[in-house]
């Protein structure tokens, strides 16, 4: 059940130039599956509205979340300033979630870039503890240069390649250019990153026959489906809007990426 | 202690509302509000057929407030009859529909499509959505083009109309003058302010739709005032809304002159927003010893 609540900082680090990783205690935790986000709130009250974070891992037992995020403005900036045992607002858990189910039985791969990369450890072990396991998974995960964060976390629960930007680690190039490379053949692809990154996917899905599910990001208000700030475009008339909109926040963010017009 | 407040012989159990567009037809609220603590929903902008919106971002925060341009998106007249409105019917709060449309025709279908469901307390046209081209703003930023549109809606409505302002004219008074004179039971107001936002590092516009409109507490003072200058000018009651966050807002613009109020964009910040404010009000009334929320109306 989606609720507004404190959540009392276990610990918080810098991962990368940037790039922050925190746990958080909160009763959300015992709720969350791979790909869903949360809402995290400043205390400036001139910041209002929520910033959707994706939820990176899940300590059921330690009752804890893990958010790791990129320093991008006022809200983010205000994040990395918290500390153990300070306590810091979130509303979630938030979203759809990977379809893991649909990958039982069959090859998967998790790919991400930059700040989407996160979500998809919590999606590797997930799914590695799953009953619907995979028969092969592996993961490619790009980054813009030597600063993998996340990646040893990777290598806990399965094979991880690298793309990197600059050719420091891995493939030169994109996370498509690591799959190509390394001859990973795969049937389904869960995916979080930007949108060039999303849509190479989508192509590269349409082209070997396979299905991918991309979690999408755009600017949010609400949340929770109410006010229609953060729409995508899809193919069919959706359900709930009779036009050709989905709410990302609360229809997704993962998406087929069939379903979109993008 | 007395909370309940009269609008055009509708009873509401108290004075506090949701401002339309910012909590869709309750339902996305109601894993937050009991809907039933409400004195009403007020729904999001329902046309006669389906619309697509604007495209994103549609969104964009600025300080102390947001920036919208979602473009009225919904599902169309007889989606919400089927859905919201039937689910609606499992509350015991006040329903008010607001009506919107690119056309005066357009209006009155989607208005004579309501007349006959028992579950619509009120209706509140928004002749003030600053972001879709055709309609809306349209009919609200001169005088004689509300007079008119709100003597043709009240021919045909079965339910009490409320006229929904824009904060966008150089004189309210005359625009709240111009609704009365035309026939409205009410007025509510504010609508949203017209803003824009650059995003310097990109070197573009923070909103696809260039313009949006601006909501939150930055625009509470701008919209104390209106209600003040509003209610000042009319006889009919007016729902005054614009930044509500908690009680002592909404007390503010009880004080200035309205009847009921709206919480808005706040419910972003906060799902709880508007339930805080209907116990926020019941604890200044313990604390002054007022027994009759409609005492303080206007008192200033």
Known sequence: ???????????????????????????????????????????????????????????????????????????????????????????????????????????????????????????????????????????????????????????????????????????????????????????????????????????????????????????????????????????????????KNARICTDGPVFDADDLDM | MNTAVEIAGVKFKNPVMTASGTFGSGMEYSDFVDLDKLGAIVTKGVANVPWEGNPVPRVAEVYGGMLNAIGLQNPGVDVFIDRDLEFLKKYDTRVIVNVCGKTVEDYLEVVERLSSQERVDMLEINVSCPNVKEGAIAFGQKADALYDITGRIKERAKQPVIMKLSPNVTSISEMAKAAEAGGADAISLINTITGMKIDIHKRKFALANKTGGLSGPAIKPVAVRMVYEASHAVKIPVIGMGGIANAEDAIEFIMAGASAVAVGAMNFHDPYTTLN???????????????????????V
């Open chain 2, 277 to 299: 404010v209907v116990k926020g009000i019941e604890e200044y009334m313990a604390r002054y010893g007022v027994s009759d929320i409609n005492e303080l109306r206007g008192i």
């Open chain 1, 1 to 243: 059940m989606k609720q507004k609540s404190m959540a009392k900082v276990i610990s918080q680090e810098v991962l990368a130039d940037g790039i922050y990783d925190m746990w958080l205690e909160t009763p959300i935790a015992m709720d969350v599956h791979a790909g869903q986000f949360v809402g995290v709130y400043t205390v400036n009250r001139a910041a209002l509205l929520p910033r959707p974070i994706s939820i990176c891992e899940v300590d059921r037992e330690a009752s804890a979340i893990r958010l790791v995020y990129r320093v991008v403005g006022v809200g983010t900036a205000e994040f990395a300033l918290y500390r153990q045992g300070d306590y810091i607002s979130i509303l979630g858990p938030l979203g759809n979630g990977f379809p893991l189910e649909t990958a039982a039985g069959k090859r998967a791969v998790l790919m991400g870039g930059g700040i989407g990369v996160p979500p998809l450890l919590g999606t590797a072990k997930e799914i590695r503890n799953s009953k619907s396991a995979p028969s092969q998974i592996s993961a490619v995960m790009g980054y813009r240069n030597s600063e993998t964060f996340l990646a040893d976390d990777f290598g806990r629960y399965l094979q991880l390649y690298i793309a990197s930007d600059d050719g420091s680690v891995g493939t030169k190039g994109n996370v498509i250019d690591a799959l190509r490379e390394n001859g990973i053949d795969c049937d389904v692809i869960f995916a979080c990153g930007p949108m060039p990154m999303l849509k190479g996917i989508k192509d590269y899905a349409k082209e070997k026959g396979i299905k991918a599910y991309i979690s999408l990001e755009e600017r949010m208000a609400c949340g929770v489906g109410a006010c229609l700030g953060c729409i995508c475009k899809t193919k069919e008339t959706d359900s709930h809007s009779h036009v």
